[in-house]
């Protein structure tokens, strides 16, 4: 167990739907990142936040968004979801200063 | 963006050693890190290095770095039918954030 704890484990919507994502990091960690995998683009980073500020971001798509809230928390917002949104999201949480992630079980989504 | 790379697939036998290899692309890469995932779970962190060493061992496990070439590997001994997984290797990126990930290589231990 990493201590990272994400939910839902799996989520079925349909195309058009919204949906969030929730992560709680590791205790005492500060920064959440959210990556997402999927069989043709593999494992993609989408965005960091360290302390309830937006730090990095990567290939995260307009329609998606994320939150890190004062008990360190984040959530993971996909709208307007297409198919091609089905895929595995995973959080990880590293320390202060600290360059090692750790990843939870990660969301499964898929979109009918 | 830079891509990280692996071979795709190994199948070895129980109990014999397993090399996974990789080479990735940024040479300021200060971290290096193999993680594993079994199926329909998440990324578990098995080892990492650090920019500055050749080699690391821990228990069955060793990473060998050679910075030159940009290549890392890792040796499993005595590989056993429950290390059959997807072995991902992936080392920081340029923003000193994010994690580069390679394809992961599927590894299939047979009895």
């Known amino acids: 167990d990493s201590g990272v704890t994400q939910t839902p484990k799996h989520l079925i919507t349909a195309t058009g739907q919204r949906v969030t994502l929730r992560c709680s990091p590791r205790?005492?960690?500060?920064?959440v990142y959210w990556y997402q995998q999927s069989l043709d683009q593999g494992l993609q980073f989408l965005i960091q936040y360290y302390n309830g500020e937006e730090r990095a971001k990567g290939n995260i798509l307009e329609r998606f968004s994320a939150q890190q809230f004062p008990d360190l928390h984040s959530e993971l917002n996909l709208s307007s979801l297409e198919l091609g949104d089905s895929a595995l999201y995973f959080c990880?949480?590293?320390?202060?200063?600290?360059?090692?992630?750790?990843f939870g079980a990660g969301t499964r989504l898929s979109v009918l | 963006g830079e891509d990280v790379e692996q071979s795709l697939f190994l199948s070895v036998r129980e109990g014999d050693s397993s090399v996974i290899n990789c080479t990735y692309t940024?040479?300021?890469?200060?971290?290096l890190y193999w993680y594993k995932q079994e199926p329909g779970a998440g990324l578990q962190l098995l080892t990492y290095?650090?920019?500055?060493?050749d080699m690391k061992q821990d228990q069955r496990l060793t990473v060998l770095l050679n910075k030159k070439d940009k290549h890392l590997s890792l040796r499993i001994a005595d590989t056993q039918t429950g290390d059959s997984a997807i072995y991902f290797c992936?080392?920081?990126?340029?923003?000193?954030?994010?994690?580069?990930f390679g394809k992961g290589t599927s590894l299939l231990v047979t009895p």
């Open positions: 992936a080392e920081i990126s340029n923003s000193g954030y994010a994690l580069n």
């Open positions: 205790s005492g960690d500060l920064s």
């Open positions: 290095i650090f920019s500055n060493m």
């Open positions: 990880a949480s590293s320390g202060q200063g600290s360059n090692i992630q750790y």
């Open positions: 940024d040479s300021s890469s200060t971290y």
